[in-house]
């Protein structure tokens, strides 16, 4: 069966359940040195390579995962290699926001809600007065946003061009 990789790559997206793509009110916000864990279902590429898969079970489920959406199992893998890829990628990813000089500044990661978030108030952020402050952290955020979604566009561009490269050395038409 012939798939493309605007087809892996749409289903790859659409059928994610991690924050990376999701607002659930299940999602815990981090600091800088705390982490959290993440629960992950079918669609979680938990078992991407059937050939180390020693559980008949598993790989039958596989298997039916694949014929659920029209694709061969091997389309299946490398869909969720792919959302793999580009979820670790959004996770690790870590903007800043805002102005050190002006006393405000905000890290977060590529998630949407982010899962690390960081707002950094200086006493020189303070001594500008509550007014100033608010308008100070609202700008950070709104830039560490904006900053995030080109992070997250990035690697959605970096998913396609994985899956496009994947299917060529699979022999796959694209």
Do not use: W
Request: charged letters at 25%; hydrophobic letters at 35%; proline letters at 2%.
């Amino acid at each position: 069966m012939k798939t493309s990789a605007l087809t892996i790559a749409a289903c790859a997206a659409a059928m994610s359940q991690t924050v990376a793509f999701t607002t659930s009110p299940s999602i815990t916000r981090t600091t800088a040195s705390q982490s959290s864990s993440t629960t992950l279902n079918m669609f979680s590429g938990g078992a991407l390579d059937i050939e180390e898969e020693e559980d008949d079970e598993k790989r039958t489920q596989m298997e039916q995962y694949a014929k659920a959406m029209g694709m061969s199992v091997e389309e299946y893998q490398l869909g969720m290699n792919a959302r793999v890829k580009m979820e670790t990628a959004i996770n690790d990813l870590r903007v800043i926001g805002g102005d050190a000089a002006n006393g405000v500044t905000v890290e977060r990661d590529g998630n949407m809600p982010p899962r690390h978030l960081v707002v950094t108030v200086t006493d020189d952020g303070k001594a500008k007065g509550k007014e100033a402050l608010e308008g100070l952290i609202v700008e950070a955020l709104k830039s560490a946003a904006d900053k995030s979604k080109v992070g997250r566009d990035q690697a959605q561009k970096d998913m396609m061009t994985y899956i496009s490269d994947s299917m060529k050395k699979m022999g796959m038409n694209g």
